[in-house]
């Protein structure tokens, strides 16, 4: 298959140099028909590799009921449940130049092979990847056609999942060092719990940084270490340690917070910097959606206000949910700014009728609704492998009315191992705040219906 696509340099962030080439990122455009046949290629082999239980399970990507959201919930949960069992933790976040550019056909080619595809369907992978031409379209200029000796085009339907598969052995060699990890696309974070008083941490961390290199060159692909961040997680009477890694030259330091897929974390799990951060950038937009508000109709700047500020609220906000009102108020303070610039009323207008008009739920109610939500999918088994190990339905010891209720079981509060930590997380709240719900609506049949019901059940809560 000869296929000639331009691609367009992009900048992956608004933040970064325009000025500065290294900054850019290709993204291929591909012709329609391309697109086409890739998505008929797409569904034949995520069928194959979900019968045959293929696909990394710790590998969110671009996978129908995972997103960054689950997968940070499910590192986020390992870690709570690590502190609240007095360990201490580090996290590493992977950095890769330039992944889906560098990825060896001859390598993805053979680990398709060995999954089982073979035959006609192999010989069309195989036609799918080698000779490929590319241009390069710039500020109206384009280049001459060049051949693609390797990489999978970004911006195409199959890319990302041949991705996942070329690097699903790296797995094995993070779990060899006793890492736990989880990945989307090419964002990998891989983490360690231990006692404090555990020796030569900083060995294990060096010599499973040194192995992932390696896996990584023999792969043709790059670690970025300049880029690669370590946060530390101690418990809160363990001593801080050096945790600063020398890997292929190139030093590799502990920081006290770190952005991971959209969210910040830091090294106390409170998620204050996180929070801090999304009430600055709503804050942000909201002053310059009232720069334009005389030239909005009413629903128009609430359409405005929900794209670009509702969503960032929403975005992964079932990390909150362990967190007290307190904490949280600073983003109901920017959700009631917003309802308020929507109706262009003053600053200190109720805002509870707004809210009720706009049909918006506060943001506690917002983040109740995002984990049971989680909880329906994981509940009714459609939602990713390691949320559902995350909860166990209700089943009595005897038979009892309330076996046929759709009720969780609750697990304790107190960790094991543990004398006085609590656990505050997404296996004890969602259960918890599952069997609270009508049992009607705990019973619905899809998940829109669960949705519409769910909104419903909150909004006579606390609006009406």
């Not at 580090?90 to 056909?105: G, K």
């Not at 920017?334 to 009720?356: G, I, Y």
């Not at 010891?397 to 505050?424: D, M, Q, T």
Request: positive net charge; glycine residues 4%; proline residues 6%.
């Amino acid at each position: 298959m000869f296929l000639l696509f331009s691609k367009l340099p992009v900048l992956p962030q608004p933040s970064l140099d325009p000025s500065d080439v290294r900054n850019y990122r290709p993204v291929s455009l591909l012709p329609f028909l391309s697109k086409a046949l890739e998505r008929a290629a797409l569904n034949q082999l995520s069928v194959f590799l979900h019968q045959n239980n293929l696909l990394d399970p710790h590998q969110s990507g671009f996978r129908t009921g995972h997103s960054t959201e689950t997968a940070l919930l499910a590192v986020t949960e390992a870690l709570a449940t690590a502190r609240a069992s007095s360990l201490s933790s580090v996290l590493i976040l992977l950095d890769l130049s330039a992944a889906f550019d560098t990825v060896n056909h001859k390598l993805l080619i053979s680990t398709l092979a060995e999954m089982g595809i073979s035959g006609t369907a192999l010989s069309w992978f195989t036609s799918y990847l080698t000779d490929r031409s590319y241009q390069v379209s710039w500020k109206g200029s384009v280049s001459a056609p060049h051949p693609l000796l390797t990489g999978v085009p970004q911006g195409s339907v199959l890319g990302p999942l041949l991705f996942s598969i070329y690097t699903k052995s790296l797995g094995l060699v993070i779990n060899s060092h006793g890492f736990s990890y989880h990945s989307y696309a090419d964002d990998t974070q891989l983490f360690l719990s231990f006692p404090p008083s555990t020796p030569q941490v900083k060995d294990r961390i060096s010599a499973c940084l040194a192995d992932i290199s390696e896996w990584m060159s023999s792969h043709h692909l790059k670690l970025n270490l300049d880029k690669t961040e370590l946060l530390f997680m101690p418990y809160k009477t363990s001593p801080l340690l050096d945790l600063s890694i020398t890997v292929d030259g190139t030093m590799v330091t502990a920081s006290r917070s770190a952005r991971n897929l959209g969210v910040v974390l830091d090294d106390q799990l409170d998620f204050k910097e996180h929070i801090r951060a999304t009430a600055r950038s709503c804050r942000f937009l909201l002053y310059n959606i009232r720069r334009i508000w005389p030239y909005l109709t009413t629903y128009s700047a609430q359409l405005l206000v929900q794209t670009m500020v509702t969503s960032r609220l929403d975005y992964c906000n079932s990390l909150l949910a362990s967190l007290p009102a307190c904490a949280i108020l600073p983003l109901q303070l920017v959700q009631n700014a917003a309802a308020r610039l929507v109706f262009n009323l003053p600053k200190f207008s109720h805002v509870t009728p707004l809210l009720r008009s706009l049909h918006w739920l506060p943001v506690v109610a917002r983040i109740r609704f995002k984990v049971l939500t989680l909880a329906y999918t994981a509940a009714k088994r459609s939602g990713p492998s390691y949320l559902q190990d995350l909860i166990q339905h209700y089943a009595p010891a005897r038979p009892l009315r309330s076996a046929a209720a759709g009720r969780l079981a609750l697990p304790s509060l107190r960790v094991k191992g543990s004398r006085s930590s609590r656990l505050w997380s997404f296996s004890t709240l969602a259960p918890q705040w599952w069997n609270e719900l009508p049992t009607l609506l705990r019973s619905a049949e899809t998940l829109s219906v669960f949705r519409c019901g769910l909104k419903t059940h909150f909004f006579r809560l606390h609006l009406d």
